[in-house]
């Protein structure tokens, strides 16, 4: 079986505990208007207008657990492993079960980094292969979602919501951008829902940036949301206070 | 007054010294020494130079050394524990001294063609780099040390006189010649502790505050006592290890440490059950003692039979070390049996200082490794590393460690001149490397033939098992093992540059090797020049992990091991391959051409066994830590991984687990030595502009540390491209 893999990241320290690899897949439903991975969003392989880089390559399963298991020993020394992340992994159900699958035979952890954007019965037959789902959270408001992101997250916060009946272990993760979700309105919403769940084992913000807004220009999209600067100390500080209760 | 204030003071004192230096001086590429320049009216009057500024043998040594010694400025602070700082390099004042060529009353003019070839750092006429044992010194003190001398001198004049013309009657001249040495050089390092004693106490008659006083009194009583008796206090070991270091930093700039916790522990317990010695007074011992000098110590590790030697000792002295926020080479014993502890304080102590200190050696594979070459597990545990990248036999060993390397940027140029395909040039190259280990091997050779009658160890023959008892140079027979250091040096460059003749010319035929010759000989010049450059630098490098790149690093490792590891000298010496540039890396890519990885004419080689800047888009840590794994020779030597971590990666709640991870697992895989920078990119590239800004600024540069305002432009510069930055969140 084969995927389109954009990109496969060695030692890395976040997406997940210990040190992992990454691999990126290709595509995704979304439209999020803060995407830094922009190149990240179409299912094809795809050239950059500007600079002829290829984007996105055909991959075996074999083709990426050969690069995902050259750190296996720092998997073990680290307790980590390997994250498929994307773009949305789950636009590549098979394809990332098949990755998720080979990984755990071999006795990696597997962490799944997804949008929750998908239909159900993918999700429950991810659950026997996924050690960890890093799941994010963007909006509360099904309305205010289907402008930031393209979709309403009725789907997703139903996927989330039957994850965690069924006992699947979850980081969330908020992506938050300045003026975008970040009211305390907002995070009051992702307060209050997570504190519903029950097998969430971590939650972590991931500030916006603006690291991809070149790469926008590079591969002829449209930037949505055009802002150079990145979420500032404080407002981390305030989103923090925020989800903990105390703003 | 409290310690606390006092370490402050003198960690202060220490920076502005670093920044008299750095005007003095200029920018030097090198340890920082711990060296303090001498008041500016002070004038070396050696007593013994040739008309060309030179002086050789052991007679003119002494002579030129006790000068040195019974001449030498006190430098007394009264908030230090320690009295003294050295000031003077006698090895380098011979007139036409170079860095990277030693002043040798010898002609070798015969090898020089093929050594210059391939660009050979010979190690001829180079001294130390060996580590001394001090539980000799410290059991002896230099009353016993000078008995032991004048014992042996006697012993050999009893040979002379019963056998005046007998077939080692040259052996036996020298031999007494060479204790009468020993015995100079000794009186001059009583003359000057003695010296430094009356220093103290005059200074505490002036001395108004109380403390102080105290300590001055205090240290004038401990050089007293330790000019001829053995130490018997912890204060006492640690001031004679000082004059010890100070002594043999004046001779020939001696670095080397030892297992600094198992030395110490025995003073410690003493005093400590007798009253005498709190926990608070021997940590500040400790911070002066390596405040005096960053000689290279080691804690932890198993002792020769095998056991856990961390004690609380090792702890005191982290803890010191993490106090000194200054120039340091602490290296913590990694290995199956250790106290974790004592490895998890390390590495927040690098993390929290941001200083490049502690380091880490990885045993077993360095006890496994020194064990291939035919020695004792017992005599492997013993081995340490005791300084940039050398590994020694405390008192047992001569190695020439970090002074003898192969350019093989340099080989492979000369290889790659004459072949016209890529089978040619591996062809080629096995030719040529061989040839120049050979060269390389006879001029060690030549060292150990001469180098006793050039330049004695006077200083750390003291503390060696041999050259006492046997009346022989260190150099020349004094030592128990004989185990010759060979480095390579510009692995990443000559890998990259085999990958990318494999993948861009024979794989994928996108530029001929007709093409590429005459690229590489116009320095990449003209538009197909450049053409040609960037195909061939756009090629897997070494470290990315499985592209041809790495294959050839690993068969680059395997022709060193199989030229170098188990082979011995034309006289029957052994020598030990490894991966290493030290602080060459600049010097060595000067005298080579472009190369077909890309890299242009006179551009410095890679580092060590490192990878070049950039090897993968991600800069993975663990792709880096994996592949310098997997190009260790494995004979006990090392190939240290020099690891750059951005102060993000630092800032992370996980980030002390995930350093030990990445620790652990380089040594799981093989790996020897990790000297490691946590650096704040903004900081590092903020003071490379103006350096001035950051006085307080220390970091590896390789095995070594230093203050960064006191390196060179260009170092810097390589400091600066070798930043690993943080990755952010996938999504």
Known sequence: ?247 | MDYTERMARLTARKIAQTREKQERLGARDEDDYGLVLPPASFKVELPVRDATGQWSGPRAWAANFRWLMENHPCYIDPDDAIAGRWMFMLSRMRLGYQLSRSNFAFDYSSLEPLQKKYDITTGIGKDAHFAPDYKIGLELGWGGLVEKVRATRLRFRGRAAARPAGDDADETAYAIELMDAEESAILGVMAWTRRLAAAADDRAMTEDDPVRRENLVETAKTCYKIVEARPETFREAVQWIAIFNMASRTYNRDGAGGQLDELLRPYYERDKAAGILTDEDAEFYVFCLLLNDPHYYQIGGPSADGRDQTSRMSYIILDAAAKLKSSCNLTIRVWDGMDRALFRRGVEILLENRLGYPRFSGDKALVEGFMRNGYSAELARSRIAVGCNWMSLPGLEYTLNDVVKINIAKVFEVAFAESDSLESLEAAYRRHFKAAVEVTAKGIDFHLAHQYLNEPELMLNLLSHGPVEKGRDVSHGGAQYYNMAIDGAGLAVVADSFGAIEERVVREGAVSFAQLKSAVASDFGGEDGERVRRIMAASGRYGAGGTAADRWAGKLTEILVAEIAGRTTPDGFKLIPGWFTWADTIRFGKSVGATPNGRRAGEPISHGANPLPGFRKDGALTAMAAAIASVQPGYGNTAPWQLEVDVGLANDSTAVEKIMALIDGHFKLGGTLVNINVVDAEKILAAHKDPSKFPDLVVRVTGFTAYFNSLSPAFRELVVKRLVREEGFSR
Not at chain 1, 31 to 48: G, L
Not at chain 1, 86 to 99: I, K, R, S, V
Not at chain 1, 166 to 185: C, H, I, M, Q, V
């Open chain 1, 1 to 247: 079986m084969r995927g389109v893999v954009f990109d496969i990241r060695r030692g890395v320290a976040k997406d997940g505990p210990g040190l992992r690899t990454s691999v990126f897949l290709k595509g995704c439903p979304l439209r999020c208007v803060w995407c830094h991975n922009p190149e990240s969003q179409s299912p094809q392989i795809e050239r950059a207008a500007t600079t002829g880089e290829i984007c996105g390559r055909e991959m075996s399963v074999a083709d990426v657990m050969e690069e995902v298991l050259r750190d296996r020993i720092f998997y073990e020394s680290s307790s980590g492993g390997v994250t498929l992340t994307g773009g949305e992994p789950m636009m590549q159900a098979d394809f990332t079960f098949a990755l998720a699958s080979s990984a755990r035979s071999e006795g990696v952890h597997v962490a799944l980094d997804t949008s929750g954007f998908a239909p159900w019965p993918a999700f429950e037959k991810m659950m026997s292969v996924v050690n960890l789902f890093l799941y994010d959270l963007k909006c509360m408001d099904a309305a205010r979602h289907r402008e930031l992101t393209g979709a309403d997250n009725c789907t997703i916060l139903d996927n989330l919501l039957r994850l965690d009946a069924a006992g699947a272990k979850t980081w969330l993760r908020f992506p938050l951008a300045p003026g975008l979700n970040d009211s305390p309105e907002d995070i009051a919403a992702l307060r209050n829902f997570v504190a519903g769940l029950r097998n969430v084992e971590k939650t972590e913000i991931c500030p916006y940036h603006p690291l991809g807004l070149e790469k926008y220009v590079k591969f002829g999209r449209k930037v949505l949301y055009d802002n150079p600067e990145y979420a500032s100390a404080k407002d981390v500080a305030r989103w923090e206070a925020a989800l903990r209760g105390f703003a």
